[in-house]
Each structure stands twice: as C-alpha cells, then as structure tokens.
C-alpha cells in the first residue's frame, strides 16, 4: 500500500557530508510523521531524528547539531542532512512513516571511513 525507499547513501570520509532523502509513494498523497533510524550490523534500530506533521522535529543526542532533518511535502520526500559524520555514524539508516503509514523503507547504506 506504502512504500518508503530511502537513498543518498555512500561511503564519506570522517568530516563529511551526505543527504538521505526518502520518497514516499503509494496510497499517501502527503506524507504525515516521518523519523529516520540507523541500524548497525548486531545492533538494536535506533532513532535518529523526526518530524511530526506540524514541522517541529527532534534528534537523538549524539546526532544533535550534525544532522537536520525536513520535509518537502510537495514530493513526498523526508531529507536527513547529515554533516560532521564520524565513523559511529556508520549504519543502515531507515525511515519509518507514522500514522496511518506505518512502513518501513528498505534501508540505505552510510559508511564513515579513511
């Protein structure tokens, strides 16, 4: 019914920059809720940043002043800017689309390395 497909992903080196974007697309005409998780291999998902429907978003503390989140509702799209990114940065990231999505993206892959 929804689908989330997340990209922007790559290998960067520490100090770098990359922006996700994850487009949304399906039975949603504009996106509501939307966070962005990161996952590393044999580690538990955890969140990233968010941003509700009325705009006002949140970040996870080691992320807090690196990275900003935003929303272009006019594609469908939710955008994790990333800057400063340091090697623990490295993860699956992952958006989740809140109510009434309530779906996953497939995930894209950020390295952070020399």
């Known amino acids: 019914q929804v689908q989330l497909v997340e990209s922007g992903g790559g290998l960067v080196q520490p100090g770098g920059s990359l922006r996700l974007s994850c487009v949304v697309s399906g039975m949603i005409s504009r996106i509501s809720a939307v966070d962005w998780y990161r996952q590393a291999p044999g580690k538990e998902r955890e969140l990233v940043a968010g941003i509700t429907n009325s705009g006002i978003t949140g970040y996870a503390k080691f992320v807090e002043g690196r990275f900003t989140i935003s929303r272009d509702n006019a594609k469908n799209t939710v955008y994790l800017q990333m800057n400063n990114l340091k090697p623990e940065d490295t993860a699956v990231y992952y958006c989740?689309?809140?109510?009434?999505?309530?779906?996953w993206g497939q995930g894209t892959q950020v390295t952070v390395s020399s």
């Open positions: 989740h689309g809140g109510a009434p999505m309530n779906s």
